[in-house]
């Protein structure tokens, strides 16, 4: 379990892990991690494939298991769930649930089987189909979703888990352009408004810049850069990390967008 | 899917279809009867009664089948539920992990041996090789240090073939036997006793409880291992419980009425069309349904070729197969 630590609550911190590390056998995927998480920023991780990105969010979640290191939390939580909710990259929907059922999945920690939902976890589950547009599709099968329509699905149970972490992996690789966007800026709405932390993992570095706070930019199972993204995403870095030409181009009247070289 | 009302409708509908099936099957046999004998002998008015030997048909012979027949079809079609959930492949079956080729193995073993059935015999031989050759897959499967179900699909398919061609050696090897092991392997209640009852009831009551226990459990296993855990469920250990509850329940039907197939494999599906995948509703209608759909099944095995009989799993078999293609094609149809 994570270890408490009560004076991360007046840094304003909601987990912060210490030098952890995962083997695979002896190979180590994640190689001695160290940072601070803060309530209500939205992080993106990059990195190349391979980099460690999944496996630094699921051995922070404790799917995997950490071969050392310490994970930190401000507060007790008898339940994990109620602190940390979890996007993965490919959530399967081979089923016939529908989509509040799906989404009514995101309580599921917080009530029994004998009593069923009460009337917050009811409203629970309204509110985060309302926030991401799935309320006119709630009886539908998730079978028959669009892949952005199952997206959304799977991020409003996340939301409706309610907890003050939310870790994303990949959201928005299988989405056309108009529905990334669209998630990325329900995301940025959800730590603006709901105060809530989000670490997601994302490929189009302009996205990063345009969306999140902060990149931590990952190497070979190590964390090699971290920061405000149009600082930490320099040309000598991503040169470095991901092996091409880059610059930094600003338009009149434009934010900076990043250019590759062919 | 369905509203909690309709929902209600349906297992109402379902609980008198059963047990007007019920009765229907107890007065179909080769000494047809009528509701009127049927009445006297279950009100214990034995006296009354035309004589009693209808009497002794009915609460002796027909009614012990009815009975294993609906615990049965309870057992496979909950546990069907539940395989499909925790594999996350709606074409799996109760059977996937070795189950029943481990079981047939060990009919066959006792019947080459001359041990006869009854209520010891070839069902415990049947109970030791169903539970052999889960420990087997159980063992493979997690000495790989893997919690990943795809690995125990894969061991159970393994231990399948491999169990189901030890049969067939022994079926050459021992030819004069030939007829009493494939009549066992294919399955029936003709030979059901109520001691047999009373060591098969209790099992099945105690593992439907526990999957309906983990019904929210498994619901979020359906979604993925990963999301499983990130919901607080320690997915190893509560894949193994559940595995091994129906596992429990299976080994210990398919024992006594040998190897029924397509029942705990497309029962479920029909339910899922009708009210959806949530396992909170699925478990208890898919329990139902799997009885009805026993009880019918051997009724035809035992009056359409009168006196003869038929094995029930080659009717489950006729009626399961078509039903699997037709299911096979819609899922390919709303999966483009």
């Given at each position: 379990m994570f270890k408490v630590k009560t004076e991360l609550l007046e840094r304003d911190i909601v987990m912060a892990f210490e030098d952890l590390s995962f083997k695979a056998g002896s190979k180590a995927?994640?190689?001695t991690v160290s940072h601070e998480l803060k309530k209500g920023r939205f992080y993106s991780i990059a990195g190349c494939?391979?980099?460690g990105k999944t496996t630094l969010l699921q051995t922070l979640l404790q799917i995997k298991k950490a071969s050392s290191g310490h994970i930190h939390v401000p507060d007790y939580y008898p339940n994990k769930a109620h602190y940390l909710s979890y996007v993965p990259q490919n959530t399967q929907l081979?089923?016939?649930?529908?989509v509040e059922e799906a989404v009514m999945m995101g309580r599921y920690p917080y009530y029994s089987g004998i009593t069923g939902p009460n009337s917050e976890d009811k409203q629970k589950v309204l509110d985060a189909m309302e926030m991401t547009d799935m309320i006119n599709f709630r009886k539908r099968s998730v079978t028959t979703l669009s892949g952005g329509e199952k997206q959304r699905t799977i991020i409003a149970r996340a939301l409706a888990q309610d907890t003050p972490v939310m870790f994303l992996d990949e959201p928005v690789s299988q989405l056309d352009v108009f529905h990334q966007i669209e998630v990325l800026k329900l995301l940025r709405q959800i730590a603006d408004q709901e105060n809530k932390t989000i670490i997601t993992v994302l490929h189009d570095l302009n996205q990063v810049a345009e969306f999140t706070d902060e990149v931590m930019v990952m190497d070979k199972g190590r964390i090699v850069a971290y920061g405000e993204p149009i600082e930490v995403l320099n040309p000598e870095l991503l040169k470095s990390v991901f092996k091409v030409d880059s610059e930094w181009i600003c338009a009149k009247d434009t934010k900076p967008h990043l250019i590759f070289h062919y | 899917m369905i509203s909690a009302a309709k929902y209600k409708w349906i297992v109402i509908a379902t609980l008198v279809a059963l047990v007007l099936l019920s009765c229907i099957a107890l007065l179909l046999g080769p000494t047809n009867l009528d509701f009127a004998a049927l009445y006297d002998s279950l009100s214990g008015d034995s006296a009354n009664s035309q004589s009693n030997g209808i009497w002794q048909v009915i609460t002796q012979i027909r009614l012990p089948r009815v009975v294993m027949a609906i615990l049965a079809g309870t057992a496979l079609s909950a546990s069907g539920s539940a395989f499909q959930s925790i594999f996350r492949n709606p074409m799996s079956d109760p059977y996937v992990l070795g189950i029943s080729s481990g079981a047939s193995v060990g009919a066959t073993i006792a019947i080459v041996l001359g041990i006869q059935g009854g209520l010891l015999g070839i069902p415990i031989f049947a109970f030791l090789g169903a539970c052999s050759a889960l420990i087997v897959v159980y063992w493979l499967a997690f000495s790989l240090k893997q919690s990943e179900q795809n690995t125990l699909l894969l061991a159970g398919i393994a231990m399948s073939l491999m169990l189901g061609a030890i049969v067939s050696l022994l079926l050459v090897i021992h030819r004069d036997q030939m007829e009493s092991i494939i009549f066992w392997t294919l399955g029936g209640f003709n030979a059901i006793s109520w001691q047999q009852i009373w060591i098969v009831t209790p099992v099945v009551i105690f593992s439907l409880i526990m999957l309906f226990k983990y019904a929210k459990d498994l619901n979020l296993l359906a979604m993925g291992n990963e999301t499983a855990h990130s919901l607080g469920i320690n997915v190893k250990k509560k894949v193994a419980v559940i595995l091994l509850i129906s596992a429990l329940s299976v080994s210990i039907v398919v024992a006594y009425s040998g190897v029924i197939g397509f029942v705990g494999l497309i029962v479920p599906h029909m339910v899922r069309f009708t009210v959806g995948a949530d396992n909170r509703k699925l478990l208890p209608l898919a329990a139902l349904w799997g009885g009805i759909f026993l009880i019918i099944a051997d009724t035809l095995a035992r009056t359409v070729v009168q006196p003869g009989e038929l094995p029930v799993g080659s009717i489950t078999a006729l009626f399961g197969a078509p039903y699997f293609f037709f299911i096979l094609i819609k899922r390919s149809k709303s999966h483009v």
């Open positions: 995927i994640l190689n494939n391979g980099s081979e089923f016939d649930f529908s | -």
